[in-house]
């Protein structure tokens, strides 16, 4: 706490809070500690993002939370003063393991859902910032020795993201990745959207003319994030909604 005193100190730019889905929920004692923080770190609430954090979210947990956080909300200290208030989530399984190879499948975005809901019940008091994992599981999978994936994209929409991957060619190896890529922009109709939506989507449409290079696990995962985060900012500018 010492050291975040020091930076914000030194730079001006403020600080961040963020309370995992059990500090959101034992709210009988966040204020109590919230401002606990905040003397100990030496800034206003007008200098804080306070983010609250609900970790992985789904059918079940979007139900009990969107009738939770409002309730919440607005029994948050300094409310109307944080510099941003966030509602974070994410909704991307752990895996692609349920998936069969070439076949396109889809998983709701429940992160967007649930920001919707409360944002919904709680626009009077506050404006609420969204947050989400884009296509990562909040948890980071802990990985021993070597490890290598099958081809894939994760596609977001409005609702969605669209996923697809590849089988284990152990001779094209991710040169497999030009197939998916392929296959999602000869589908009628095509989800992907132009080129210059996106870096990544520049990415897919190269890869489905087998143009350049392949990619791997690393830059599938880039590409795929950077055309989520392309999705929510054009979503939010024309819709309000992520």
């Known amino acids: 706490m010492s050291s975040v ?20 929920t034992a709210y009988s004692s966040l204020a109590t500690e919230l401002d606990a923080a905040l003397s100990s770190v030496g800034v206003a609430p007008t200098d804080v993002d306070l983010v609250l954090d609900l970790g992985f979210v789904e059918t079940g947990s979007v139900s009990a939370f969107a009738a939770l956080v409002p309730l919440i909300i607005p029994t948050l200290p300094h409310v109307n003063k944080w510099r941003n208030l966030v509602l974070l989530s994410g909704a991307f399984p752990e895996n692609l ?3 069969t190879p070439y076949v396109p499948g889809a998983f709701a975005r429940h992160a967007a859902e649930l920001w919707r809901r ?12 969204f947050g989400d994992y884009a296509t990562s599981h909040p948890v980071a999978a802990t990985v021993s020795g070597p490890w290598r994936s ?25 040169h497999t990745f030009f197939d998916i890529c392929s296959q999602l922009l ?25 143009i ?18 392309s999705t929510v900012v054009d979503r939010l500018a024309t819709t309000g909604a992520p």
């Open 150 to 174: 099958a081809s894939n994209i994760r596609y977001a929409e409005a609702l969605t993201w669209i996923a697809l991957k590849s089988n284990m060619d152990r001779i094209r190896g991710n």
């Open 186 to 210: 000869k589908s009628t109709p095509s989800p992907l959207q132009p080129p210059g939506f996106s870096w990544g989507d520049g990415e897919f449409h190269r890869c489905a003319s087998g």
């Open 5 to 24: 005193s020091a930076f914000a100190a030194t730079d001006g730019n403020g600080v961040r809070i963020r309370l995992p889905a059990d500090d959101v």
């Open 118 to 129: 409360v944002s919904g019940l709680t626009s009077t008091i506050r404006e609420l910032g």
């Open 212 to 229: 350049g290079g392949p990619g791997n696990g690393t830059t599938w995962k880039a590409w795929s994030r950077s055309h989520h985060i």
């Open 97 to 99: 393991g349920s998936l």
